[in-house]
């Protein structure tokens, strides 16, 4: 499969602590996006990195992006119950003409208030 | 500006029958993509459409295809319907499309094949 991997699969964390997701994926890219799902919905853009990028900061998201490593992380500060959500990485690849935004399995975040 | 919007929000269908999603972009926006998403494969993505013409195709059979019309909305349609075919779709529109680019979601068509 050309997914992505993410994990952890589920966080579960209190109000007020950080959430940390990590991503992997397997090609070499242009950019890595971040998105977030609200249960069953449309998705979200978060943020998105450019592969000659290491970190970037998004009012309470950070995110690093290691390329030899083929791997990314979303930080989420000082989180919220508002947070709770399924967050999506997604690559795009710098390979052949693909246009096609590839994308994580996902990591299911609940907040606790 | 309004948002991306999808039609209809929820659909049931009988296996072998043939369906049609409809996606409207945001105003201005010339890349429509569609994306499939189940619990079991997540999201995979079926195509996009840029200028009216398919750009890239996912790995997915036949019976799934798709067009852009010149206001850029766009549709997709399932051609005999398998149970497998449940799932939520999702089309997004994103400004130039490509994939460096962040993209808009719709909220979704809900399909349950039965």
């Known amino acids: 499969s050309q997914q992505g991997e993410e994990d952890p699969q589920a966080l579960s964390i209190q109000e007020g602590e950080n959430a940390t997701m990590n991503c992997s994926y397997k090609?070499?890219?242009?950019?890595l996006q971040w998105y977030r799902q609200n249960s069953g919905r449309g998705l979200v853009h978060l943020i998105l990195?450019?592969?000659?990028?290491r970190e970037k900061h998004s009012g309470r998201l950070r995110v690093t992006l290691d390329t030899s490593k083929k791997s990314s992380s979303l930080l989420i500060t000082a989180s919220r119950a508002a947070d709770t959500a399924s967050y999506f990485c997604?690559?795009?690849?710098?390979?052949?003409?693909?246009?096609?935004?590839?994308f994580g399995s996902g990591t299911r975040l609940l907040v606790r208030p | 500006k309004a948002g991306v919007t999808q039609t209809p929000r929820y659909l049931i269908k009988t296996r072998g029958q043939q369906v049609t999603l409809s996606c409207s972009p945001i105003?201005?926006?010339?890349?429509v993509s569609w994306y499939q998403q189940t619990p079991g494969q997540g999201l995979q993505f079926l195509f996009e459409?840029?200028?009216?013409?398919?750009?890239n195709k996912g790995n997915f059979p036949g019976r799934f295809s798709g067009r852009q019309f010149s206001n850029s909305r766009s549709e997709m349609n399932v051609s005999t319907l398998e149970l497998g075919d449940s799932a939520l779709y999702l089309c997004?529109?994103?400004?130039?499309?490509?994939?460096?680019?962040?993209?808009?979601f719709g909220p979704g068509t809900r399909l349950t094949v039965t």
């Open positions: 090609t070499s890219i242009n950019n």
């Open positions: 997004a529109s994103s400004l130039r499309g490509g994939n460096s680019y962040e993209q808009y």
């Open positions: 997604a690559s795009g690849s710098s390979m052949d003409s693909s246009y096609k935004l590839i």
């Open positions: 105003s201005g926006h010339r890349s």
């Open positions: 990195i450019r592969s000659n990028e």
């Open positions: 459409y840029f200028s009216e013409t398919q750009r």
